[in-house]
């Protein structure tokens, strides 16, 4: 088997650690598990993470990781020197077209990770279909896909949005709340497709007896996101990088909450082990961050470099802001499964601005 490589020493570390949770990673062992959007910050990570196991508790039953990406040049750009690997297969294709019935690897698909999805608001703005296809008309076809293998588990990766726009009197926002999204405004492709992808799970689970879970994931950040992701925390931390002022174009008084990406995925692999079919989970931070303060954080890690927090008003054509407001969600419901938040800001912001280095 070709030995994994990581993309960086931050990265390998990260690794390492969410393999040091005690969880039951052998129940991987042997299973093959498809993972779409592999190209995607969050489901890479997820790759990295089972072609390591492949390395460790996995050794003599490892497991067989299909890679579904989009875009063959950032594919073959991050996943290259595993393309040797006999347990790694990349498949470049758009979920939104794939042809299910066409769809055959030579073995049975035990475990889908469905994460294939426009993250970045600079995508609702100019291309809501493609936005809207991955959740909506992508997520039949990997339900489809699940069903005709007989699939042990189906997880979709969902997000906070769904919730639409929620005010600080909700205080804590618990899995049951059905949300306010306004279906007549653009940016709503997002939310509103990640809404009818979760139905869409309950649905063939009812149905076809098919084991399906959501997390809803709040902002995750660390290694290997696109600076020019278009997220007001990608955009802070290439600042810092580039050595600039940070520049806010709002007051900065919106809160959110940030999860290191080591939580994020240890978050995935507990409701994917632990977490009950047609359920929903919230991940989020312990408490929320202003965007302010967060600029202020950042700038505070380097104070040789002596960069300033800078107000402009500047209007954007395509980016369509959040109308979230800053309530936050409640983990009550993922912390029974085990999981806990175990990296604050200052850390994994430190981490996350090294590894560009």
């Known amino acids: 088997m070709e030995k994994f490589s990581f993309p960086n020493t931050i990265i390998k570390d990260d690794i390492n650690f969410i393999l040091s949770e005690n969880i039951n990673w052998s129940y991987l062992k042997g299973k093959t598990i ?13 790759v990295y993470t089972l072609l390591r196991l492949n390395e460790t508790v996995c050794l003599e039953d ?16 991050k996943f290259l020197p595993f393309f040797k690997n006999e347990q790694f297969c990349l498949v470049v294709c758009d979920v939104a077209y794939v042809d299910v019935a066409s769809f055959n690897m030579g073995r ?51 997000s906070g949005e769904v919730y639409g726009t929620l005010d600080n009197n909700l205080s804590k926002v618990k899995e049951d709340y059905t949300g306010n999204v306004d279906i007549t405004n653009v940016r709503s492709c997002y939310a509103e497709s990640k809404r009818i ?69 240890l978050a995935l692999f507990r409701v994917l082990f632990y977490g009950e079919s047609k359920q929903a989970y919230n991940v989020a931070a312990d408490s929320e961050t202003e965007i302010l303060e967060l600029a202020k954080i950042l700038c505070g890690l380097y104070p040789d470099k002596n960069l300033a927090v800078k107000f402009k008003n500047v209007v ?36 996350m601005i090294e590894s560009y280095k």
């Open 62 to 77: 490892p497991i067989f990781i299909i890679a579904l990406a989009r875009n063959k040049a950032k594919a073959e750009a």
């Open 34 to 46: 498809l993972i779409t959007g592999a190209n995607g910050f969050i489901p890479s990570y997820v």
């Open 316 to 351: 954007s054509s395509t980016y369509i802001c959040s109308p979230s407001t800053g309530a936050s969600l409640c983990t009550d419901k993922i912390k029974k499964l085990g999981w806990r938040q175990k990296i604050q800001i200052e850390k994994g912001f430190k981490r």
């Open 197 to 265: 992808g979760e139905t869409m799970c309950v649905c063939w689970s009812h149905q076809y007896n098919l084991c399906t879970s959501m997390l809803r994931l709040s902002h995750t950040y660390g290694p290997g996101l696109d600076l020019n992701d278009g997220r007001v925390f990608a955009d802070f931390v290439k600042n810092i990088v580039q050595n600039e002022d940070i520049i806010l174009t709002s007051d900065g008084k919106s809160k959110r909450s940030f999860v290191y990406i080591t939580d994020m995925i």
């Open 108 to 158: 049975k698909i035990d475990i889908i990770i469905h994460a294939a999805s426009q993250a970045s608001p600079k995508y609702y703005g100019i291309d809501p279909v493609g936005t809207l296809k991955a959740n909506s008309i992508g997520t039949i076809h990997m339900l489809d896909l699940a069903k005709n293998n007989g699939s042990e588990k189906f997880l979709f990766i969902s």
